[in-house]
């Protein structure tokens, strides 16, 4: 079971938290004009990458904020947290 | 029978307290302290059971954790357990157990013909000859097998015993209480560290209760009873017996594995049998020694032939000889402490020694005690079918190939000490990359992957002064690290018998002419012959050569066995050990039992049980009650001795006629608040919003980015910036999720605030042409005419002094309300609309009458929302807004989702306006044609049409839009019926939808 740092709570077991994909994503723009590529892009296409990795995780049995981890997906070694309005560096 | 095999006045068990206890069924003695192993062998019982394969006798060969043999079938207190090893069952007042593996008994077991057939079982026999003829399979070799093989029996009864969890955080959990554990613990409690120590036995102390030590100018059992004595006083400190720390998983968590209870007669009241630890550890020290290795030779399976480091446990743990005429055999000193040991009790052992003229204080001694050693020996072979009788022996050459003369010499036991291996398993599963030390002939943990240090034996280190050295030092820096403290403890005096490197030794080659059976894994009957022909057959990779072979796959996960077997195979490939590498070590090191990784979520208590604030009132009225997720909610109230199709066609029929309330407490809330809200419900949902009145509610239909429909529920505008919206009962907390994710991640810029309302507020449907006569009736006060409160309005009353929320939304298609109160006023509500719906003749309607009234009236739900279709495919195109964005709208146009012929939910009637219709069945156009036979769609949920009095169901239909009035097919082969159907409008009740607006 992971270890994950909440921004907001502190140090909580992965028990208390879900999943929620690759932070790296933007939505597009409401309104805007989109090519079927960019579109099939953001909803379909992930990397399945090996190595480090930003996802997004929310604190759903805690504060319930969304935040976004940096883990390593082959050895879950985690390297940073950061808030949900906090920019990956 | 008289305990003949027990010394006396040595041991640690307590002679004041006899137990008796049956094993086969005969009826046996022993001490308090006895494991159930020592007990038999101080009672001369040497033969336990039979091996897995060719179900040969099988003794003790170990006297602990690593035992491959000893596996028993244990009762108490009315409950049986299976596969308990006998070397780690401590002894209580009427224990009970009997062998496993046997058909029909012990001592007679027909499975031992396949030791006389082994030649049809070498190396992947099951795989090769079970194979053919195929028609024998079940007929004859699966009974076969199924009788012959297989360890214990689990018990099919329930299991009454209580298992617990706990989750524990420290700054250093340490592995093992032998002196590193001891050491270590010891330094870091005192440098303020919260420790927590973990033995796996029922004492403390590990080799120091059989080593002749003294530390500190106490014996080294003395010295533990001292450090556990004080770390149990310091309430920084956790000390655990009966307590295996078996898995090491990521973030330096770590599991054990508690038996509380294991070692009484019965567990006491409110005591849990067994508790599973969580523990989330700063730094861990792996403290966990070693394992004795035993040298291969033939015959070497025989019972009374084990490892010497057990016969010296259970005579100086135990006061228990396992033989008075033995044998050592051995490649190092550690075999020489055994003979001492012997020696001093008045026992002559013979050691045979493989090296030619080892030189240390321990050889010395021995041979000061005038013990008979012979150098350059080796055993070939063990002889005794039930027990060991006599072994050949036999000079062997320098170069270790080739024998002298096999000479015979009688012996009752043969203790077999070919040097020891690091028990390496929880670094190896903490991700540590293990090296192979040279020196030992064993993998000792390399390079951390995580917070872990492996300490004294475990790491390979075998003198008791560098062992103490280092833990004492470690457990000091690595609490200081933590603590930031400083306190040093002194360093006590250590003294121990000096010795000398081991041989390099493992496998006795066969002499001339004979082929004894050489055994590696001693539970699943892999010997030396087995790895060869696996070789032979092209296995290379040690993982493949164990699969083939079964090496190491037995319960024991091959303790004993996977040094030797790695020796072999590298030996046979002209390889070195590391280049061939060992397998993987994966949790649990020890086996757990599934009591105590369930816990205490079992049965009713898997899961929480929702209930809504009138569930005893639906109790009292004999709701029969079905699961919708967690929630517990009445499917129908049963009268009299009606079905559940007699109860929901009364209750809905109820509802087209007079007037019926259904509990829908369990429907998702979320309070919605703040000046964007408007804005945030027009990117969710699929229709417009931004000029929803106050006082009114809205359908909605919210979609993924895919497009795909995710949920539907009513908002309701409570005031200017407060939004009540509903959702689903199954989609409640997804939806919830999705608004978050929204407003923290994509739109932060909104000023919005959500909450889930799901809790707070009890709700009840009012639905049927009486509804609005009874609404009148509960809230006098009120305008609730269809001006004062039109469809999709919404108001606030007084329920006889209890504020109330009254939406005027259906689901049932029937003109209907929906009242909300506190929850706390829940059943005050519910007996209220009872109470002054009886003269509109009301009746409460469960969700299977839900479900009906729904279905005939055309009102997609779950089992259309599926997660598979899109709004068209509902019939739900009309709630999409041109002029907007929303969630999900650019997937809309895709290709698929445009299709001329798409899906689309139409209605379903058999011809026979008789049969009904099994969801889930495939609809299609010829029900003769061959298989596979083209499916147009399937039907998502079907009904008995109360208003039509006939059956009715929901379809997704391939180009429903142009198919109503075509006569197809209905198919179910798994019921085994074809229906002609007829398609039809989906709104088969008011498709005008006037009801809801009467
Ligand atoms: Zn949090």
């Not at chain 1, 997004?56 to 309005?85: M, P, Y």
């Not at chain 2, 059971?49 to 003790?60: C, Q």
């Not at chain 2, 010395?364 to 005038?370: P, S, V």
């Not at chain 2, 559940?644 to 309330?661: H, I, Q, Y």
């Amino acid at each position: 079971m992971l270890h994950i740092k909440c921004p907001h709570c502190g140090m909580r077991s992965q028990n208390e938290f879900s999943y929620g994909g690759d932070a790296s994503i933007k939505r597009p723009e409401l309104g805007k004009e989109i090519s079927d590529q960019d579109w099939d892009n953001f909803v379909y296409n992930r990397k399945s990458l090996r190595g480090k990795h930003w996802e997004l995780w929310q604190h759903i049995s805690g504060c319930r904020q969304w935040i976004k981890v940096e883990r390593d997906t082959s050895t879950h070694e985690i390297f940073n947290t950061l808030k949900a309005n906090e920019d990956i560096s | 029978m008289t305990q003949s095999f027990r010394l006396e006045n040595v041991g640690l068990i307590n002679r004041d307290k006899k137990l008796s206890f049956k094993f086969n069924g005969k009826t046996y003695y022993g001490f308090e302290g006895d494991t159930l192993a020592s007990a038999l062998i101080a009672n001369g019982v040497h033969l336990v059971g039979r091996s897995f394969k060719y179900h040969r006798p099988r003794g003790f060969f170990g006297a602990g954790v690593d035992e491959p043999y000893a596996i028993v079938q244990l009762y108490r207190n009315g409950e049986t357990e299976p596969n308990i090893k006998a070397t780690e069952q401590e002894l209580f007042e009427g224990l009970e157990a009997t062998s496993v593996n046997c058909w029909p008994n012990v001592n007679f077991d027909i499975g031992a013909i396949n030791n006389f057939l082994k030649i049809f079982l070498p190396a992947g026999f099951y795989y090769k000859t079970f194979m053919w003829p195929k028609s024998f399979w079940f007929k004859v070799y699966e009974p076969f097998i199924r009788k012959a093989a297989g360890l214990g029996v689990a018990s099919i009864k329930h299991d009454k015993e209580r298992y617990e969890h706990k989750y524990e955080y420290c700054d250093l959990l340490i592995t093992g209480s032998g002196p590193s554990g001891l050491a270590s613990a010891y330094a870091a409690a005192k440098n303020g560290a919260r420790v927590i120590l973990a033995e796996d036995k029922s004492r403390f102390g590990g080799t120091l209760l059989t080593s002749e030590v003294n530390i500190g100018n106490k014996s080294g059992k003395e010295w533990a009873e001292g450090i556990i004595a004080e770390l149990r006083e310091m309430p920084n400190v956790t000390v655990k017996n009966r307590s295996q720390v078996f898995g090491y998983y990521d973030h330096n968590m770590l599991v054990m594995s508690e038996r509380i209870s294991d070692h009484l007669p019965k567990t006491k009241k409110f005591h849990p049998k067994q508790r599973l630890w969580y523990i989330r550890a700063k730094e861990v020290l792996i403290s966990s020694g070693s394992i004795e290795r035993p040298i291969v030779f033939g015959n070497n399976d025989t019972p009374g032939v084990m490892l010497s480091s057990a016969a010296k446990e259970y005579l100086k743990v135990y006061g228990v000889l396992v033989g008075k005429n033995p044998l050592i055999f051995t490649n190092n000193d550690s075999g020489y402490e055994t003979a001492i040991e012997f020696k001093k009790n008045g026992v002559d052992p013979v050691i045979l020694d493989t090296r030619k003229d080892p030189r240390s204080e321990i050889v010395d001694e021995a041979k000061n005690l005038g013990i008979n050693i012979k150098f350059s020996y080796v055993v070939v072979a063990a002889h005794g079918y039930k027990k060991v009788k006599s072994a050949d022996i036999a000079k062997i050459s320098d170069d270790k190939e080739k024998l002298g003369v096999v000479e015979n010499i009688r012996c009752d036991c043969i203790c077999v000490s070919g040097f020891w291996t690091p028990t390496i398993h929880l670094a190896s599963q903490s991700g540590n990359k293990t090296k192979f030390n040279e020196d030992i002939d064993a993998f000792v943990p390399g390079i951390s992957k995580q917070n872990e240090t492996t300490l004294g034996a475990a790491n390979g280190s075998y003198t008791l002064n560098e062992t103490l050295k280092s833990s004492f030092k470690t457990g000091h820096e690595l609490s200081k690290k933590i603590t930031n403290k400083d306190n040093e403890i002194s360093f006590p005096n250590v003294i121990e018998k000096k010795s000398t490197s081991h041989d390099k030794f493992w496998c006795v080659p066969l002499p001339q002419g004979k082929n004894y059976k050489r055994f590696l894994d001693f539970q699943n009957d892999v010997a030396v012959s087995d790895i060869e022909i696996a070789l032979k057959e092209g296995y290379r990779s040690i993982e493949h050569v164990k699969r083939y072979t079964t090496l190491g796959m037995a319960t024991d996960q091959g303790k004993t066995s996977n040094l030797n077997g790695l020796q072999l195979v590298s030996k046979i490939e002209n390889k070195v050990v590391p280049n061939v590498g060992h397998t993987t070590f994966r949790p649990p090191y020890t086996p757990v039992s599934i009591g105590a990784i369930v816990g205490r979520e079992v049965g009713k208590y898997s899961k929480p049980t929702r209930k809504s604030p009138m569930h005893s009132w639906h109790e009292k009225n004999n709701a029969v009650f079905v699961d919708a997720g967690v929630w517990l909610r009445p499917r129908y109230y049963k009268q009299g001795n009606e079905n559940l199709f007699e109860a929901s066609k009364r209750e809905a029929k109820n509802v087209r006629t007079n007037v019926g309330v259904c509990d829908v407490t369990t429907l998702g809330k979320i309070d919605i608040k703040g000046p964007d809200a408007a804005k945030l419900l027009n990117r969710v949902y699929t229709n417009a919003w931004l000029k929803l009145p106050i006082g009114k509610a809205r359908y909605g239909v919210m979609l993924r980015e895919d497009g795909i429909v995710m949920d539907d529920g009513t908002t309701t505008r409570i005031s200017e910036n407060h939004y009540h919206m509903t959702t689903t009962t199954a989609q409640a907390a997804n939806i919830l999720s999705h608004l978050e994710y929204y407003l923290q991640l994509v739109w932060p810029e909104l000023n919005v605030n959500v909450v889930s309302t799901t809790e707070q507020w009890a709700g009840a449907a009012i639905a049927g042409p009486r509804s609005r006569d009874l609404l009148q009736k509960l809230f006098p006060n009120s305008d609730v005419s269809n001006e004062g409160l039109p469809f999709m309005g919404y108001m606030e009353g007084d329920l006889f002094g209890v504020s109330a929320r009254i939406f005027r939304i259906s689901f049932s298609g029937e003109l209907a309300y929906e009242v909300n109160v506190e929850s706390d006023n829940g059943n005050f509500m519910w007996e209220k609309i009872i109470e002054a719906g009886q003269e509109f003749k009301i009746q409460p309607y469960g969700t299977e009458a839900l479900s009906t009234l729904r279905i005939e009236m055309g009102h997609v739900a779950g089992s259309e929302l599926d997660g598979r279709t899109i709004p068209y495919d509902n019939s739900l195109e009309g709630l999409l807004s041109k002029k907007k964005d929303f969630i999900g709208k650019r997937s809309l146009i895709r290709k698929a989702f445009t299709a001329e012929d798409r899906q689309k939910v139409v209605g379903v009637v058999p011809l026979d306006k008789k049969t009904s219709i099994p969801e889930g069945s495939h609809l299609v156009k010829d029900s003769n044609a061959p298989l596979p036979n083209p499916k147009l769609g399937y039907i998502s949920a079907s009904c008995w049409s109360v208003e039509h009095d006939n059956p009715f169901s929901l379809a997704i239909l391939k180009d429903g839009k142009n198919m109503i009035g075509e006569k197809l097919f209905v198919m179910s082969p798994l019921k085994n019926k074809v229906i002609p159907v007829e398609i039809v409008s989906s709104h088969y009740v008011d498709p005008k939808g006037e009801r809801v607006r009467s």
